[in-house]
Nanobody, 111 residues
C-alpha cells in the first residue's frame, strides 16, 4: 500500500520561502513520476509541478520561476522549494503518485 506524507508547510510572509517534502513508502519510488497539487479555500485542486522518474520537471505558469520540484530517490522523497511566495500561494499542498494522495500540508502566506 502506497503512503505519502507531506511536511514543511507553515506561515510565511510574502516574499518568503518554504520547502515542502513528501515521503513515499510502499512502492518502488524510482519508477514513478511525482506531482504536487494545491487547493485554496473555495477553489478546486490545481496541479502545481511534476517530476518524471528521470528527473524532467514541469510547472504551472503561476509558479514557474519561483518553485522548484526535485526528488531524492534514495530517500524516496520529493521536494517543492517555494520562493518569492505570494498571498495567492496560500493553500493546502498535496503530493501525488498515480492515484495516491497524501493528507496535505498547509501553506499560509500572510503579513
Amino acid at each position: 500500500q502506497v503512503q505519502l506524507v507531506e511536511s514543511g508547510g507553515g506561515l510565511v510572509q510574502p516574499g518568503g520561502s518554504l520547502r515542502l517534502s513528501c515521503a513515499a513508502s510502499g512502492t518502488i519510488f524510482t519508477i514513478y513520476g511525482m506531482k504536487w497539487y494545491r487547493q485554496a479555500p473555495g477553489k478546486e485542486r490545481e496541479w502545481v509541478a511534476g517530476i518524471s522518474s528521470g528527473g524532467s520537471t514541469n510547472y504551472a505558469d503561476s509558479v514557474k520561476g519561483r518553485f522548484t520540484i526535485s526528488r531524492d530517490n534514495a530517500k524516496k522523497t520529493v521536494y517543492l522549494q517555494m520562493n518569492s511566495l505570494r498571498f495567492e500561494d496560500t493553500a493546502v499542498y498535496y503530493c501525488n503518485l498515480i492515484n495516491n494522495w497524501g493528507r496535505g500540508t498547509q501553506v499560509t502566506v500572510s503579513s
